[in-house]
């Protein structure tokens, strides 16, 4: 029994030991990584022309028309092909397989319509009423 008890203190201290090297070991490659010169092999990108358009999912999700829920859904749909599924069905879990359309509608509808959701939309929109302080910061090096 004691045997088996110094054993298990010694995997401990052997298990912190390697956890204390490889924190260390990342930390000294990270500041190393920051120390090295990037400049060194970046292309001249000064004359590429960039032309951004950003758009914005929150504002095209609040600015549905409820009466008409499905087109709107539907055209969400078609902008956002990639990001309105996995928005729709793994964050919000709104395509519940046993549910109609209707009854995922119906809870979109009460999500756009929440106090506190719509609270908080209403303080990004104070914040971020348009993407031209962003735009100008992205397109700023290009």
């Known amino acids: 029994m004691k045997f088996s008890r110094n054993f298990i203190k010694i995997i401990k201290k052997v298990n912190l030991i390697r956890s204390t090297n490889s924190i260390l070991l990342t930390t000294i490659l990270f500041l190393v990584a920051c120390q090295m010169n990037k ?12 032309d951004l358009e950003i758009d914005r999912f929150d504002k ?12 709107g859904l539907s055209k969400i749909d ?9 928005y729709h069905e793994t964050l919000m879990e709104w395509n519940q397989p046993d549910l109609n359309f209707e009854a995922n509608a119906k809870a979109i509808k009460n999500f756009i319509y929440h106090p506190d959701i ?6 990004v929109l ?7 302080e962003l735009e100008k910061q992205l397109l700023k090096d290009v």
């Open 78 to 86: 078609n902008k956002y092909p990639i990001f309105f599924p996995f």
């Open 39 to 50: 400049s060194a092999n970046l292309p001249d990108i000064s004359n590429v022309q960039v």
């Open 126 to 132: 104070a914040v971020y009423p348009d993407n031209a």
């Open 118 to 123: 719509r609270g908080v939309y209403d303080s």
């Open 60 to 71: 095209d999700l609040f600015g549905l028309d409820t009466s008409n829920l499905n087109q």
